[in-house]
C-alpha cells in the first residue's frame, strides 16, 4: 500500500512444492512435500483503534503489526496420512485483554505448532485421527492448548447395494486445559479471559450419515457423554 491510512502495509507469500513417486506398485500416487513462507506488516483495524458504545470508549493508535510464518508439509495420500510443522513470530499483536479492552503486544510471541493426520480403514471400519501439538511463547496474549486431538471412527458399509450406504460412529475432540477465550457479545470480539481454564475432558458426538441415491440424509447427538468420565462437567 503506497498512500492513504494504510501506506506502508505490505504482505510476501511464496512457496515451493514436488513430488516424488516412491511406490513401486503405485506408480501414480506420489509423495509431496511443500514449504510456504508468509510474512505480513498491517495497520491494526478501525475499530481495534476507535470504538465508542455504551459500556466500551478506546481512541488508541497502535503501531503495525508484524506477523511472519514458516510452514513445512508432508503428504503421502497413498498412507492416508499428513504431517505439518510450522513456526510463526508476532510482533506489535493487537489483542483484548481480560476486561475486554484492546493491548498491544510490547514483546514478540513465538509460535511452534506441528500436527499428525493418520486415517486407517479395516475392511468397513475407518479410523481417523489428527493430533496438534503446539506451544505459544505468551499465553496472555495468545493462549493455546499445548495438546488437540480430532478423532473420527466410524462403520461405512452398504445396506442396499449401489442404493443406499451408510456410516455410524463417532466423532471426538479434545484439548489439554487452556484459558479458552470468552467473548464479547457488545464489541464483537473474543477477549483473553485469565479466569477460568476449560479443556481436559472429551467431547463425543454420535452420528449417522445415509447415502440414499440422491439423497443425503445426516443425524447427530452432540455431546453424548455430558462430560464424562470427568467428576465434574466442562
Not at 493462549?143 to 445396506?159: C, D, G, K, M, S
Not at 464483537?188 to 454420535?206: E, T
Amino acid at each position: 500500500t503506497f498512500a492513504g491510512a494504510e501506506a506502508g502495509d505490505f504482505e510476501i507469500d511464496g512457496g515451493l512444492k514436488g513430488n516424488i513417486y516412491p511406490f513401486r506398485r503405485y506408480r501414480k500416487s506420489p509423495l509431496t512435500l511443500s514449504a510456504r513462507v508468509r510474512t505480513t506488516l498491517l495497520t491494526p483495524d478501525w475499530y481495534q483503534q476507535h470504538m465508542y458504545t455504551n459500556h466500551f470508549r478506546w481512541d488508541e493508535k497502535f503501531a503495525k503489526a508484524s506477523d511472519t510464518r514458516v510452514n513445512f508439509t508432508l503428504d503421502i495420500p497413498h498412507w492416508k496420512l499428513l504431517a505439518d510443522i510450522s513456526y510463526g513470530l508476532f510482533a506489535n499483536t493487537v489483542y483484548y485483554d481480560a476486561t475486554g479492552n484492546p493491548r498491544q503486544s510490547s514483546a514478540a510471541v513465538n509460535l511452534i505448532s506441528a500436527s499428525l493426520m493418520k486415517n486407517f480403514k479395516f475392511g468397513p471400519v475407518h479410523l481417523d485421527n489428527r493430533v496438534l501439538v503446539q506451544y505459544s511463547s505468551n499465553h496472555t496474549v495468545m493462549p493455546l492448548p499445548l495438546l488437540a486431538l480430532n478423532l473420527r471412527w466410524y462403520v461405512q458399509f452398504w445396506v442396499v447395494k449401489q442404493v443406499m450406504e451408510m456410516q455410524i460412529g463417532a466423532n471426538g475432540t479434545y484439548t489439554t486445559k487452556w484459558l479458552a477465550p470468552g467473548y464479547n457479545p457488545e464489541v464483537g470480539v473474543f477477549y483473553n479471559q485469565q479466569s477460568n481454564y476449560y479443556g481436559g475432558c472429551p467431547y463425543l458426538d454420535a452420528f449417522i450419515n445415509i447415502q440414499w441415491k440422491k439423497a443425503c440424509i445426516f443425524l447427530k447427538v452432540v455431546n453424548v457423554n455430558q462430560g464424562w468420565p470427568m467428576k465434574d462437567r466442562d
